[in-house]
C-alpha cells in the first residue's frame, strides 16, 4: 500500500521534475479544484503504477513516478476532451497503459543518448487517443468547458462555487494573472486558485524553480510581445507553460543553477516562442494539439547538445541528480570544494619517515619545461644539512641507501640499473635518469622514480608491486650531484618521459613541530614531509563494515534514549550507516588514510546526522594537534531564514559559509594507544557571524565503544556506543 | 616517567614488581613460564589485562647463544609461550623481545634475530590475526672499545651504526610486513650508546720493575673502579706532556690481590709518581659494577654541552658506608 502511495505522489510531484512531498500534494490538490480532471489524473496515476508493477518493471523506477507522471497528464487531457460514462473509464485505462508503455520504451531508448524523455510520452500518448477515438462513437466529445462552475458546485458544493467565481472576479496585474494561468494550465485548468496553489508548491519545493519559472515565463511573454507574436495564445490557452517547464528544467534540473543557466533559460525562452509557432502550424494540419510539446523538444535538444561539448564553459551539468535546484546547487559547490583536486587513484610519497623537498614543481636548477612537475626528495637535519660530516662520501648523505616504496600498486614497465652512483659533486650527464623505474598504473599514468642506487632493486620488471612495496634504495647515480630521489608522475612509460601535474593524495608536513594535513596537494620546495602512518585505533573505530550494527545510550541533557544503525553497500558498492528508527543514510568512504561523508539523507534532527556532521572527516593516523578541515553541505544544516535568501540568490553566490574542522587532542600512549580524543565542530556564518555551531568530543578506546559529546548552545548531549 | 612507557625487563621479577607494573600498565617482557604464568593469575586476581612481550632467545651465527633468557626460537618453546598467552586472552601481547648478546661485533646476527622475530610477528598474524606493534631488539652494540685478545683497535674493527641499521632495517622490510603494518623497532642500546662519554682520570701511584725486568706502573684506580679492564684492553693516554721515549709496562691497580690488573701490557712514555692519566670509553659498566674494596669511589663529573663542569655523585667518605650499616644494640657496649 505505501508502495503505491509513494508512487502516486511521486508522480505528481515529477511534473516538476521533484520528489517534494509537500509539493506533491499541493498539486494532487491543485488537480481536485477540476474534480474532473482531479479524478481522471489519480486513476491514470494508479492504473500506470498498477500496471507497471504488475508487469514487473523496475521497482524503485516505479515508487520514483518516473513511468507514471506522463500518464497523469494524459489523464487530463481525456478528462478535459471527453464525457464521464463507462467508456470513458475504459479509454482512460488504456490511455494510462499506452502511456506507461511509450515510456518505459522512450526511457530506455534515450538513454543511450543521455537525454531526458521529458513529457514526450504524455504528447504521443494524448496524439494516440485523440486520434483513435475519433473512430470510436461511443466515445463523446464532452462540452464541460462551458459550465465548469456547474461542476464545481456539484462537486464541492455552492460554498465552493461561489468561491471560484469570486476568485475569477479579482483583478491581478495582467502578467501575474497569465503567469497564474498558465501554471495552471499545465493542469488543464484555465483558473486562478489552481495556479495559485501549483505556484506555492512550486515555491515551497524550491526557490530557485520559482524564480525561474518567473523568469522564463516573463522572458516568453516579452519575447511574443516585441516580436508581434499570438498574444491571444499565450494569454488564453494550454501554452505558457512550456516557459515555465522548460526554464525549471534547464535552469535548475539538468544544468547546475547559475548565472549562465538562467541566460540559458532565457535564450530557451526565446527558442520556445518560436517553437511553438513552428509546431503549431505543423500540428494545426492534423487537428492536433502540441500542449507541451515544444518544451520537450527544446530542453531535450539543449541537453544533448549541452553533453557533447568540450568544454563546460561555468555551465555544468548536473551530475548526481537530487531532484531539487537547490540540492543541485549546494551540492555541486560542496563537492566542488571538498573534492576538487581530487583524483580517482591515488598516489602516495614513495618513501618511508621525513623527507625534504629540495625541488619541487617548477624549479629553478631542473624542473623546467617538459620536466616542470617533478620532485627531489633528500633527507635533512635540523640545520638543513643532508649530509653527515664530512659528507664526501655517498654513504654520509642521510638519505643514501634508504628504501624507496611504490607509490601506488602498478606493474613495473621500465627498469634501468647497471649505473654505477656518482662521487659527490659529479654529475653523469651521459645517463642523465641514472638507475630508473617506471610503474604503470593504469592507462595513462605512470609514475617515475630515478637515481636508484645500482644493483638494489627488490623487483623485476613486469612484477605487480603494491602501494607502499619497497622497490630500490635510494643512490646518486645519473644527473645527481648528491645522493637524492626524483619523482614524476607521467603518461607513458619511457625513462626521458615528460611530467604530468598529479597531486599527491595524502601527506603530512611539519614546520617546528607542527603538523599540516594535505589532501591532493603539491608538497613544495623547502617543506618537510612525510606519508601517512595510520594508527589502529583509529582504524578500528572507523571501521564500519557492511552487516555492522552499532547501538548507542544517548543522553541528552537528561533526557535518555537508545539508538541502532546498521551498516550496508548499495548495488553502486557506496557504503551508508542506517538508522532504522528515522530510515536515515549517511554516506560514508573510509580509504585506508581518511574517513569521510560524503551525503546524508533523512532527518535532520537524528543522531546519525550529527555524527555525520561530527565525523565528517576523521585522518586515520594520529598526529598531535593536526587538523583536518572540510566544508558541510548547508542544506539541511541551516534552515534560517537567511537560508531562504540564500536560496534566491545561490545561483549568484553563496555567501553562507559552512566550516567543519577536526582535531586530534590527547592520545594516552603513542606506541601502542588505548584512548585517543578527537575535537570536531561544525558551523555556517555569514562573514564572521556565526549562524549555528555545534562542538563536538570523541574519546575513542580498544573496544570500539566510543563515546561522542555533543554541545549546541546550552545543550549537551552524551553518547556511548554500548555494542 | 609514567609507568606506561616503562618495560620491565629482566628474569628476577617479584610477585610485588609484577603487580606495581600491571596496576600501572606497564609493558612486561616475560623471560620464563613461570613468570607467565604469575602473570597470568595476577591478570586475574586484578581484572587487568597486562601489556606484555615475550623474550625470545635464537641462534643467530654468534656463540654462545645467550639461550638462558626468554623462551628460544628454534626449539619451539617461543611459539609455544605465544600460544599460551594468545589462547588465554588473560594478557595482551603488544610485542617480541630479543637480546642476543652484549659487544655483537656482527651486523649479521642483527639480521638474523630482526628476521626470526619479524617471522614470529607474521605468524601471529596469520594464526590469531592479531598485529604486533613492536619489536625490540635489545641491545649490545658495539662501542668503540677494543676487546681483550683483539689483534685489531676496537675504533676499527667495532661495526658502525649504519652497518647495525642497514641489517636490521633490511631484514624488517623484507620479511613480508604490509607496509601500515609495520611494527615499531626498538633499541636498547646501553654501552654503545654510553661508553664514548664516560673517562676516567687516575694518578700515578708508583713505578717498579718486575722480576723479569718489565716495567710495572702501579696507578690509584684498579678493578674496584674500572671493572671493565677485565674485558678491555682501555685506550691510556697520559694527561700531560711527556717525553717521546716509550716503553711497554704492565698497569696495576692499588689493590691487594693479584689479579688487580689494568693492563697487562700497555706501551706508555714513562709517568712518575703523581703524573695523571685518561682511561677512555669507560662510560659504560663501570659506575654499575664499581665497589668499595680497599679505597673509596671518586667522584663524579659531567662536562656539559657549554663545556661546564658539574659534580654529579660526590667522592665517598666513610660515611658512605656507615651510614647504611647497622649495629646491634650488645655489640654497641663491645670495648676494644
Ligand atoms: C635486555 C637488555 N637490553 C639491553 C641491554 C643493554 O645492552 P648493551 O649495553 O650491550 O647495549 C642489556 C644488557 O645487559 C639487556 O640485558
Sequence with gaps: MKFYRDSIVNSYAQIFFSNHKWLAYLLLLASFIDPYLGVSGLIAAAASVFFAKWMGFNQESIRSGMYSYNSILVGFTIGVFYKFSLPFFGILLLASLLTMLITVCLSAFVAAYRIPFLSLPFMLGVWAILLGARGFKAIELSERGIYAINDLYSFWGPDMAKFMQEMALLKFPLLIDVYLKSMGAIFFQYNLLTGILMALGLLIYSRIAFSLSVLGFLTGYYFVQFFQGNMTELEYSYIGFNYILSSVALGGFFMVPSLRSYLLVMVSAALIALSISALGNFFYVFQLPIYSLPFSIVVMLMIYALNNRYSMNGLHMVQYQQYSPEKNLYTYHNRLERFKNDTYFHIHLPFYGEWFVSQAHEAAITHKDDWRFAFDFVIADETQKTFKSPGEEVTDFYCYNLPVLSPAAGYVVTLVDGIVDNAIGEVNLGENWGNAIVIKHSDFLYSKITHIKEASFKVKLGDYVKKGEVLASCGNSGRSPEPHIHFQVQSTPFVGAKTLKYPISYYVSKQNEKYTFHSFDYPLEGQTIFRINTTTLLKNNFDFVPGMTMDFA?????????????????????????????????????????????????????????????????????????????????????????????????????????????????????????????????????????????????????????????????????????? | MPGSKIIFNGPDKTETDLKLAIENNSLIHIDHLDELYLIKELAVEMNKKPRVAIRVNMDTGVYPIWDRFGFNYENGQAWDAINKIMLNDKMELVGLHSHIGTFMLSPNAYGIAASKLSDLALGIKKKYKKNIQYLDLGGGFASKNTLKGSYLQGVDTSPTFDQYAEAISTAILNAGFVEDELPLLLLESGRSLIDEAGSLLGTVISNKRLSDGRRATIMDFGVNILFTSFWYDHKISPAQDFSQYTEDAVLYGPLCMNIDVIRENVTLPPLKRDDHVVVHTVGAYNMTQWMQFIAMRPAVVMIDMNEKAHVIRNRETLDSIESAEVMPEYLKKFKL
Excluded at chain 1, 551508508?576 to 533523512?602: M, P, R, W
Design chain 1, 554 to 723: 544517548v543522553d541528552r541533557d537528561g533526557e535518555k534514549s537508545n539508538v541502532k544503525w546498521e551498516v550496508f553497500v548499495d548495488s553502486a558498492n557506496q557504503s551508508y550507516i542506517f538508522c532504522h528508527e528515522t530510515q536515515s543514510l549517511a554516506y560514508f568512504v573510509n580509504n585506508e588514510t581518511l574517513h569521510y561523508f560524503t551525503d546524508f539523507k533523512g532527518d535532520k534532527k537524528s543522531l546519525l546526522y550529527y555524527f555525520y556532521l561530527g565525523a565528517h572527516k576523521i585522518l586515520l593516523g594520529y598526529y598531535y594537534e593536526l587538523e583536518v578541515k572540510d566544508v558541510l553541505p548547508i542544506d539541511g544544516f541551516f534552515t534560517g531564514f537567511s537560508k531562504v535568501i540564500q536560496d534566491f540568490v545561490a545561483p549568484f553566490g553563496i555567501y553562507l559559509k559552512t566550516e567543519y574542522s577536526a582535531k586530534f587532542i590527547e592520545i594516552d600512549d603513542p606506541m601502542s594507544p588505548s584512548k585517543i580524543r578527537i575535537s570536531s565542530s561544525a558551523l555556517v556564518k555569514i562573514g564572521e557571524n556565526v549562524k549555528r555551531k555545534i562542538e563536538f568530543y570523541f574519546v575513542l578506546n580498544h573496544s570500539k565503544n566510543f563515546t561522542m559529546t555533543i554541545n549546541e548552545g546550552k545543550i549537551c548531549t552524551h553518547v556511548i556506543r554500548i555494542a
